[in-house]
Structure formats: C-alpha cells, structure tokens
C-alpha cells in the first residue's frame, strides 16, 4: 500500500528509543518515552499560501527530524505504527556531517 499525504503533511516512522543510557542503566520499555526522532517516508505536495499560490515543503523523503513528544496523529498501516503531522509540528532537521554515520 502507498500512503500518500496531502498538503504540508508528513508521513514519518518513528525511530526506536534508547533504552540504556550512556553510563550503562537499562530503562524498561513501559518507562521509556516515546521517540522524539523519524525518518520521513512520504511527504504532500505542498502548502497552499493565502494568494494562492503552492509553497514547497522543505523536509523532503528519507530525512530525519525532530518533532514533539505528542505531535501529529499516530496511524497503523500494514501492520506498523507511523505517524502523521504537519510540516509546522517539525522541529528540526537532523544533519550528520560525512564523518558521522546516522
């Protein structure tokens, strides 16, 4: 199945929390809090102005964001949990320079 947004929509699957910490401490999964961090798998057209016109989304496919903690609309589609929210609900872009790996 193909999920295609609409608008300034995004479709993004969350990436997986961090469940020990740097020193070492296991955090059981009913603790954890839910990734704030995703991976944009499909993206809308873009945003209507109000003279008009269309203005291009600038998180575009494959990119990973940033976005709150209870931002968006969480969905199952085959099987998985994605979720769907607005170009405004994104934080940031994560940027790795070439030495860093994702």
């Known amino acids: ?5 609409l608008y300034d929509r995004l479709v993004v699957r969350r990436l997986e929390a961090e469940t020990i910490t740097k020193s070492g401490i296991i955090i059981p999964d009913k ?6 961090q995703g ?7 873009g945003e ?14 494959n990119d990973r964001i940033l976005f709150g903690q209870y931002a968006g609309t969480s969905v199952k589609i085959d099987g998985e949990d994605l979720l769907i929210l607005k ?16």
């Open 1 to 5: 199945m193909t999920l295609k947004p």
């Open 31 to 36: 603790s954890a809090e839910k990734p704030t």
């Open 39 to 45: 991976e944009v798998i499909a993206v809308g057209d």
């Open 48 to 61: 209507i102005t109000s003279a008009g016109e269309l203005r291009v989304l600038q998180v575009k496919k």
């Open 87 to 102: 170009e405004s609900d994104v934080l940031a872009i994560v940027e790795f320079d070439q030495s860093e790996e994702k």
